[in-house]
């Protein structure tokens, strides 16, 4: 099976910074896609941002500009680094990964999320 690992959120001040990372592991193929969702009390979880394994980006509005996604290839690692946090971002964010394993199906996975407190 695939596994994804999630780590580093944390309580930060507003205006502060956290890099989330998420590695994914197990039989794996390939990796169609990763990127972190959000989901904050009370709300619907919603996409904050993906990367595709062509190297495309994509973000939620809310973020451009604040938040980076990447990724190291070789370690089937995603990151996502926030700047200038603000309390609305406060959610427990989980990692994505739409990956094809070695008997070549692909499937969406979940990480097990991590709790991001933004306070001010």
């Known amino acids: 099976q695939v596994q994804l690992v999630e780590s580093g959120g944390g309580l930060v001040q507003a205006g502060g910074s956290l890099k989330l990372s998420c590695a994914a592991s197990?039989?794996?193929?390939?990796?169609?896609?990763m990127g972190w969702y959000r989901q904050a009390p009370g709300k619907q979880r919603n996409l904050v941002s993906l990367i595709m394994s062509g190297g495309s980006t994509n973000y939620a509005d809310s973020v451009k500009g604040r938040f980076t996604i990447s990724r190291d290839n070789a370690k089937n690692t995603v990151y996502l680094q926030m700047n200038s946090l603000k309390p609305e971002d406060t959610a427990v964010y989980y990692c994505y990964g739409n990956i094809q394993d070695i008997h070549r199906t692909s499937r969406n996975y979940w990480g097990q999320g991590t709790q991001v407190t933004v306070s001010s």
């Open positions: 197990g039989s794996i193929y390939s990796i169609n896609a």
